[in-house]
């Protein structure tokens, strides 16, 4: 596997949770896939990762092989290393099944499971401790959003979760905003133009100061392309478009294409 902290300097991070899907068996197959593509394919500047449930992570994982491109992922994980935490994962046990990076506080987790800003913090710290990537998910409802407060809210998360992180700790974390409004089935994508702004305020905080700024919530092969050419976006978060392993492909030859055209992230 590929030590994140060797991860070349700013490539763009296309990577997708399966949310609560895929067995073990599925999973084998798509990370067996995926591998041989990224064994014959040049993705230069782009840096895959995949997020199973922790059922298939060690799958997962012994599919990739050793020194493989692609990163692998959880979906949570507990701050504490073990104890008395009926049901819970932890940080230790996902990077001993193989995980390199943690899910944090995505809006499912913080609606249905509790996940507080305060948890978010917590758990930020405990993967950052463990060496692993921490992946932060930050988004507004479309309340907030009617309200006019989207910059202000996911600021403030992103804050409640990194503020008094030392520069060096807070170089390792990747932030995806994820508003509520476009996740999932029910959600309506994103216009290029509604994510300037939130883009703009992330990057003046952020941005160059983290490893990278994501944009997850109904990214698809009809918008990838636009999304990549927004201001600060280093990357894509991707849920239903990636689960099928040929949308997966393709989105990340969108996303090495736009490297090379570009040059450089956010282009
Ligand atoms: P979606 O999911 O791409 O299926 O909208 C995105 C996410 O929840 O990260």
Known sequence: MTDPAAVGVGPLWVGTSWKMNKGVTEARLYARGLSEYTSRTDLSGVQPFIIPSFTAVAAARDELGAGSPVLLGVQNAHW?????????????????????????????RREHFGE???????KVAAVLAHGLVPLLCVGESAEVKRAGDSSGFILEQAAGALDGLPADQLGRVLIAYEPIWAIGENGRPATVEELREPFADLGREYGGRTRGLLYGGSVSLDNAEDLLGIDHVTGLFIGRAAWHLPGYLRLLEVAAAHRKATGSAGG
Do not use: N
């Open 80 to 108: 504490e290393d073990h104890g008395a935490w009926t049901g819970e994962v932890s940080v230790m046990q996902a990077k001993d099944a193989g995980a390199q990076l943690v899910e944090i506080g995505h809006s499912e």
């Open 116 to 122: 507080t800003v305060a948890t978010t913090r917590l």
